[in-house]
């Protein structure tokens, strides 16, 4: 069993600031890459940030010069710095994981349940 679960969320005037985490449990070989996904009311969830093993990122341009992902490969855990939010920044921010669960498993996707981001005007 694999399991992520998200922290961090909350309200925040348009201007400030959150930090999200997302930790990784259970039975895990190797995780490849970790990432946050975000899907606002009515829209399709979209990536937000990604950042690999080796350290490679990529940003959503929305979010670009705002928002920092890292990771602490040692805890397995990801995080998600936003600053300067905007309301359209607004959704529910999911966590996810490509693993191995074990050294001959396929590597899949894992997924947390999410955590609201409110960023009022």
């Known amino acids: 069993q694999v399991q992520l679960v998200e922290s961090g969320g909350g309200l925040v005037q348009a201007g400030g600031s959150l930090r999200l985490s997302c930790a990784a449990s259970?039975?895990?070989?190797?995780?490849?890459?970790m990432g946050w996904y975000r899907q606002a009311p009515g829209k399709q969830r979209e990536l937000v940030a990604h950042?690999?093993?080796?350290?490679?990122?990529n940003y959503a341009d929305s979010v670009k010069g705002r928002f920092t992902i890292s990771r602490d490969n040692a805890k397995n855990t990801v995080y998600l710095q936003m600053n300067s939010l905007k309301p359209e920044d607004t959704a529910v921010y999911y966590c996810?994981?490509?693993?191995?669960?074990?050294?001959?498993?396929?590597?899949?996707?894992?997924w947390g349940k999410g955590t609201l981001v409110t960023v009022s005007s």
């Open positions: 259970g039975s895990i070989f190797r995780i490849n890459a």
């Open positions: 950042i690999t093993s080796g350290g490679s990122i």
């Open positions: 996810n994981a490509d693993l191995l669960r074990t050294p001959s498993s396929y590597d899949m996707d894992y």
